[in-house]
T-cell receptor, first 109, second 112 residues
Framework: RKEVEQDPGPFNVPEGATVAFNCTYSNSASQSFFWYRQDCRKEPKLLMSVYSSGNEDGRFTAQLNRASQYISLLIRDSKLSDSATYLCVVNNAGNMLTFGGGTRLMVKP | NAGVTQTPKFRVLKTGQSMTLLCAQDMNHEYMYWYRQDPGMGLRLIHYSVGEGTTAKGEVPDGYNVSRLKKQNFLLGLESAAPSQTSVYFC???????????FGPGTRLLVL
């Protein structure tokens, strides 16, 4: 079983739609959590950290459920420019991050 | 600041050849990482370094060696390339006390 699992998609949504991705992690001792965004043939970039109380950054909302060991990302009012792969990332301890395989989002006009 | 740069951007090797990938960062970051990314597999950590002169193994270190002789550079070596090492290689760095990693643009390696 992978440490961090995501539905690979693709999620095909129209502009303006709301879309949600989930991610599950296997290590209950995981300490911190992130969503990274990766555009096609580009490097990953931090989208947002995920806090226990949930957090919002504009149209993006991230939530963490430690009891069920899952993380979610909600995107409201999708834009064409949101088309990318979204990587769920977990920091288990110290210096190393563990990446999920990514969920691909395609926003259509 | 150039951030994190990687050299080369693309390379084709024959099985058994060797090569070195260079990662450089100008942000004075303590930590540096080498990952490989394969379709459907996400990024997997090969080796990492917590400071100049130190290196450590990650999840998939076999077939690779690294060196961090200078703080700003992290080299990834393939002594005898195999087709299974065909991948996209990303370097990343971060400062101490911060979890966010900053990635280079990647090196695409094809081993025939």
């Amino acid at each position: 079983r992978k440490e961090v699992e995501q539905d690979p998609g693709p999620f095909n949504v129209p502009e303006g739609a709301t879309v949600a991705f989930n991610c599950t992690y296997s290590n209950s001792a995981s300490q911190s959590f992130f969503w990274y965004r990766q555009d096609c043939r580009k490097e990953p970039k931090l989208l947002m950290s995920v806090y226990s109380s949930g957090n919002e950054d504009g149209r993006f909302t991230a939530q963490l459920n430690r009891a069920s060991q899952y993380i979610s990302l909600l995107i409201r009012d999708s834009k064409l420019s949101d088309s990318a792969t979204y990587l769920c990332v977990v920091n288990n301890a110290g210096n190393m991050l563990t990446f999920g395989g990514g969920t691909r989002l395609m926003v259509k006009p | 600041n150039a951030g994190v740069t990687q050299t080369p951007k693309f390379r084709v090797l024959k099985t058994g050849q060797s090569m070195t990938l260079l990662c450089a960062q100008d942000m004075n970051h303590e930590y540096m990482y080498w990952y490989r990314q394969d379709p459907g597999m996400g990024l997997r950590l090969i080796h990492y370094s917590v400071g100049e002169g130190t290196t450590a193994k990650g999840e998939v270190p076999d077939g690779y060696n690294v060196s961090r002789l200078k703080k700003q550079n992290f080299l990834l070596g393939l002594e005898s390339a195999a087709p299974s090492q065909t991948s996209v290689y990303f370097c990343a760095s971060r400062p101490g006390g911060e979890e966010t990693q900053y990635f280079g643009p990647g090196t695409r390696l094809l081993v025939l």
